[in-house]
């Protein structure tokens, strides 16, 4: 008669590694990191916006030769991400941090202290909009690196905060260096912000492409300090994590032209081209026509800027708690990314509302509580279309989320900058009230993508 403790125990199953091996302490160190590191961006071209007039003096330049130094930096800023989010897709991440922001950091020092010279000022130009902009993309892909999809637009709502608030805050900052004597310290203040963030990258950042290092365990052994690599060799064994396509203007033009994505990026950029124009009306509306002096109208956009930042946050806890109520609602426990979307529909008519009532208060000349209120509530709607699109992108290809990011940056740079361009012209002859009444009927068109969409991807399931 057989023993039945002989008798072999079944094994149990071994259980899934984690999605990241890091610690939440060590994960929210990192998310802190890569977002002040994508703040610089926006914030570098905001910070040079009060001081054009000054720097025709500076720079003994004309009005027209200063702009074109803020379309030489929209332009990079627009494109560059595009490469690096490639190189650090396929590469990783880290170098890629090290290489722009060392970029950033030498060209400010360098418009900082060398004597004024128009063709210097040009270059220097590229070389911060080239170290600034790309980190903004591959941050988003270091958060899909380290955030699991569940708890991922919660992560991103706090990342994006970088790319939303430097418009906002960077006026008001460099309000504060637009004297001739003290025009250098715009320059000298965004290399001082800079460094401190640049030595964390180099000694505390790990680097976490997935396909790289899979979900960080190696580093998580090491603690907290990340000695600097130039090239990081694979610690997985190939194939274990996806590993994107080598990157070709054939791969970009798929990811833009397969529908789901396309509707995505084309109601963002038009969402925020309708923001942006706000923005840039800012001056003639509070400095004009409410007689606002110039640091009054920095202040202005503090009223968008808190709304952002505080749409943001719900938004992202939100969209995760929707997310994990539909997960455990479905018996394999699997969602299609698309159920971020629906939320947009709210966003595209909050922002719509804004916008409609912000041209009519302002044709009207009410209370100026009124317009600011209406701007807030466009910062609101456009925080909620922000955070959704970018969660519901890195889900749909999240070996590639630093370029699906640039792409949609991309499209929202063009938007923004032909809005800026038109701006004048469609103010003159439509005035505030039409003008944004037509920007807030862009967002309703907006719903009938989403809409759209959950008809596509299978109604209900959808949502």
């Known amino acids: 008669m057989d023993n039945p403790k002989s008798e072999q125990q079944p094994e149990l199953p071994t259980p899934a590694p984690a999605y ?43 009005r027209s030769v200063i702009n074109a130094t803020v379309s030489v930096y929209m332009a990079i800023f627009a494109v560059a991400p595009l490469a690096g989010a490639a190189a650090a897709d396929l590469g990783g991440r880290k170098t890629v941090y090290i290489v722009t922001l060392a ?29 600034a902009c790309i980190v903004t ?26 790319p939303q608030l430097g418009p906002i805050l960077g006026p008001l900052i460099g309000g504060q260096f637009a004297t001739e004597s003290r025009w250098r310290w715009a320059f000298g203040f965004l290399a001082l912000a800079c460094t401190p963030i640049y030595l964390l990258i180099l000694f505390c950042l790990p680097e976490t492409l997935r396909c790289l290092v899979g979900n960080g365990d190696v580093f998580a052994k090491r603690g907290w300090i990340a000695l600097p690599r130039f090239r990081q060799k694979a610690l997985v064994e190939e194939g274990k994590y996806p590993k994107p396509p080598k990157p070709s203007l054939k791969n970009w033009v798929k990811m833009l032209t397969e529908p789901t994505q396309c509707i995505v990026f084309v109601n963002g950029a038009l969402s925020f081209a309708g923001l942006y124009l706000m923005y840039v009306s800012f001056p003639d509306v509070w400095g004009e026509r409410f007689g606002f002096s110039t640091q009054e109208v920095g202040y202005a956009y503090l009223s968008p800027g808190v709304a952002l930042f505080l749409a943001s946050l719900a938004t992202g806890r939100f969209s995760d708690w929707h997310r994990a109520r539909l997960t455990a609602r479905n018996p394999d426990k699997k969602i299609k990314p698309e159920t971020r979307l629906p939320i947009q529909i709210v966003g595209f008519i909050i922002s719509a509302a804004g916008k409609v009532m912000y041209g009519w208060f302002t044709r009207y000349n009410l209370h100026p509580a009124a317009g600011l209120a209406a701007s807030a509530l466009a910062g609101i709607g456009t925080a909620v279309i922000f955070v959704t699109s970018t969660s519901f992108q890195t889900e749909c290809a999240p070996s590639q989320a630093a370029t699906i990011v640039a792409l949609g940056g991309l499209l929202r740079n063009i938007a923004a900058a032909i809005a800026a361009a038109i701006v004048d012209s469609l103010v003159r002859r439509m005035g505030y009230g039409w003008c ?12 009938g993508g989403i809409l759209a969409i959950m008809w596509m991807r299978g109604g209900r399931d959808a949502v």
């Open 137 to 162: 993309s591959i941050g988003a892909g270091t958060i899909t690196d380290i955030f699991e999809p569940a708890r991922r637009a919660s992560a991103l709502a706090i990342f994006l905060l970088g």
């Open 436 to 447: 944004f009444t037509g920007l807030g009927m862009l967002d309703v068109v907006c719903v």
């Open 20 to 62: 990241s091996a890091f610690s939440e302490k060590r994960k929210n160190f990192y998310l802190g990191i890569v977002t002040a590191a994508g703040f610089f961006g926006p914030l570098c071209g905001a910070v040079y916006l009060p001081s054009l007039i000054l720097y025709q003096d500076v720079f003994n330049s004309s």
């Open 103 to 131: 970029s950033f950091l030498i060209a400010n020092i360098l418009l900082a202290s060398i004597p004024a010279n128009i063709g210097a000022l040009f270059v220097l130009r590229i070389f911060q909009a080239f170290g």
